[in-house]
């Protein structure tokens, strides 16, 4: 029988290690947690490090998964599957919200949307399947960035525009909102897109609880957030929804 080899044991628990655990770890902390000496655990890191399926925060000197392990994950999940996943749930959602529900993930630098369920009432409304939504000022796009480093580091990069007066471009304030985001689950977008208009999304995860997608309740900002304030019954929905297909996807229970 073939012995397994060392390094590459240790380079899966590490990843492993760094899927599962807090978004963001230290040199000291992955060692300890899999019983390396420092200096074996930076040299596996180090690796890992270049050939991008891990990526270093310049700032804290911690670890976290990087962009190519992320790029090999969303390979491993067909779009088609996921919008298959979705349709029931999407559907419950559009009917008890009294809402239009979008299903979106990651293309070229912003949202692509791959499924569309219209409000359910009879006022004219146009299929947006195959349309982009921006990263950085969408619920779809904001829950991407906080969840999906790929994306993180794509709307992190790129030039934020103000589409409104309630846009949130400059970098230290958009990670911020990030930060709230990952700890609350959900993201809000209220009129920070398009006048009027505002949305509710949650992320969906696969199997190995990587982010896939992400789906959204969006409608008139009188409706979605009345006085201001969202409606705490469409974030709870668009919540369970979201965790219904991941369960659906292999994820388990969040």
């Given at each position: 029988?073939?012995?397994?080899?060392?390094?590459?044991?240790?380079?899966?628990?590490?990843?492993?290690?760094?899927?599962?655990?807090?978004?963001?770890?230290?040199?000291?902390?992955?060692?300890?947690?899999?019983?390396?000496?420092?200096?074996?655990?930076?040299?596996?890191?180090?690796?890992?490090?270049?050939?991008?399926?891990?990526?270093?925060?310049?700032?804290?000197?911690?670890?976290?998964?990087?962009?190519?392990?992320?790029?090999?994950?969303?390979?491993?999940?067909?779009?088609?599957?996921?919008?298959?996943?979705?349709?029931?749930?999407?559907?419950?959602?559009?009917?008890?919200?009294?809402?239009?529900?979008?299903?979106?993930?990651?293309?070229?630098?912003?949202?692509?949307?791959?499924?569309?369920?219209?409000?359910?009432?009879?006022?004219?409304?146009?299929?947006?399947?195959?349309?982009?939504?921006?990263?950085?000022?969408?619920?779809?796009?904001?829950?991407?960035?906080?969840?999906?480093?790929?994306?993180?580091?794509?709307?992190?990069?790129?030039?934020?525009?103000?589409?409104?007066?309630?846009?949130?471009?400059?970098?230290?304030?958009?990670?911020?909102?990030?930060?709230?985001?990952?700890?609350?689950?959900?993201?809000?977008?209220?009129?920070?897109?398009?006048?009027?208009?505002?949305?509710?999304?949650?992320?969906?995860?696969?199997?190995?609880?990587?982010?896939?997608?992400?789906?959204?309740?969006?409608?008139?900002?009188?409706?979605?957030?009345?006085?201001?304030?969202?409606?705490?019954?469409?974030?709870?929905?668009?919540?369970?929804?979201?965790?219904?297909?991941?369960r659906d996807l292999g994820a388990g229970r969040f």
């Amino acid at each position: 029988m073939a012995k397994n080899i060392q390094s590459l044991e240790r380079a899966a628990a590490m990843l492993r290690l760094l899927a599962g655990g807090e978004r963001r770890l230290g040199l000291s902390d992955i060692a300890s947690s899999l019983g390396l000496a420092k200096g074996t655990a930076h040299g596996i890191l180090r690796t890992l490090q270049l050939e991008g399926f891990v990526e270093q925060d310049a700032a804290s000197g911690r670890y976290q998964l990087g962009a190519e392990l992320l790029r090999l994950g969303n390979s491993y999940l067909d779009v088609h599957e996921l919008r298959a996943r979705a349709l029931v749930w999407t559907d419950d959602l559009a009917r008890s919200s009294g809402e239009s529900v979008h299903l979106g993930v990651l293309h070229q630098h912003g949202v692509l949307i791959v499924h569309h369920v219209f409000r359910p009432d009879d006022s004219r409304q146009v299929l947006e399947v195959g349309a982009m939504q921006p990263l950085h000022s969408t619920a779809l796009g904001k829950v991407l960035s906080a969840y999906d480093p790929v994306a993180h580091s794509e709307v992190m990069e790129a030039e934020r525009r103000s589409f409104t007066g309630r846009t949130v471009t400059e970098a230290d304030a958009f990670e911020s909102m990030l930060d709230l985001i990952r700890a609350q689950g959900w993201a809000a977008d209220a009129e920070e897109t398009w006048e009027g208009v505002a949305a509710v999304a949650a992320p969906v995860h696969d199997r190995r609880r990587m982010p896939v997608g992400a789906v959204a309740v969006t409608g008139a900002v009188e409706r979605v957030a009345p006085g201001g304030m969202l409606r705490p019954e469409l974030i709870a929905a668009v919540r369970d929804c979201a965790r219904a297909v991941s369960r659906d996807l292999g994820a388990g229970r969040f």
